[in-house]
Each structure stands twice: as C-alpha cells, then as structure tokens.
C-alpha cells in the first residue's frame, strides 16, 4: 500500500492520510494512556475502490513504545 497499490484488489487508487500531528486531533494517533506524549503516531493508506486500510507506525521511538505496552499477537489474551 505504501508504494501506490492495493495488496488486496490491486487498484492504484490508493490514498495516504496526513501525517500525524500531536498538536491536533489525528485518525493517525493510537493512545498508549491518558498523560502526554503516550500517543503513538500512524500514517493510514486506504484502497478508494475496495475500502481496505493498513496503518503503519511512523518511527522507531513510536515502535518501541509499542513493543514495551502490548502484547505479540501470538500470546494468549486472558481477558
């Protein structure tokens, strides 16, 4: 999705979100707690033709926060 073409149906019609901003309400933040600076910055891609959408995390420091706070995905989930 990144270099312009949907995984899923191919299209090139594909969209990039902006990037994120702290500063400002963002679709492209996941919160990692209530205190300041706990946000982690995404940048979204959409298909325009199919709706499919993948979100990357934009840089190490944001990787690494997430690496610390959640679990793999291959871990079994108790709640």
Known sequence: MKRGKCVKCGSTNV??????NMWRNS???????????????????ICADCG???????N???????????KLASERDDD
């Open 27 to 45: 679709t492209g933040m996941i919160p990692l707690g209530s205190a300041w600076g706990t946000n982690v910055g995404v940048r979204n891609y």
């Open 15 to 20: 969209r990039r979100g902006p990037k994120p």
């Open 52 to 58: 499919y959408v993948e979100s990357y995390v934009v």
């Open 60 to 70: 190490d420091e944001d990787r690494e926060k997430l690496r610390k706070k959640w």
